[in-house]
């Protein structure tokens, strides 16, 4: 099994920055990707952005490119996603997930952090 913890979240005003950090423990040599989503009240849970745990192909949905940095740390087995200039649209609870290296979908989940975003 896998587990994964969140911290980093918080209450923010418009234009500033959080960063979220993600501590994976267990058989991660089991999964080959990291994941951090995000789900807005009265919406779906949305990805926001995906890195492979070795090479270099990041993805970011179009709202948070060039504002959201998705990276990794091998070494500690640590995931981050640095936000900036937030907005109030970023509104959300973010987790973070790793995808199975089998199964290839998002299927083991942080317990998630709140990030607020005041206008």
């Known amino acids: 099994q896998v587990q994964l913890v969140e911290s980093g979240g918080g209450l923010v005003q418009a234009g500033g920055s959080l960063t979220l950090s993600c501590a994976a423990s267990?058989?991660?040599?089991?999964?080959?990707?990291m994941g951090w989503f995000r789900q807005a009240p009265g919406k779906e849970r949305e990805v926001v952005a995906t890195?492979?745990?070795?090479?270099?192909?990041?993805f970011y949905i179009e709202s948070v490119k060039g504002r959201f940095t998705i990276s990794r740390n091998n070494a500690k087995n640590m995931v981050y996603l640095q936000m900036n200039n937030l907005k109030p649209e970023d509104t959300a609870v973010y987790y973070c997930?790793?995808?199975?290296?089998?199964?290839?979908?998002?299927?083991?989940w942080g317990q998630g952090t709140q990030v607020t975003v005041s206008s």
């Open positions: 997930a790793a995808r199975g290296a089998v199964v290839k979908r998002y299927s083991i």
């Open positions: 267990g058989r991660i040599w089991d999964t080959d990707a």
């Open positions: 890195i492979p745990w070795t090479g270099g192909s990041t």
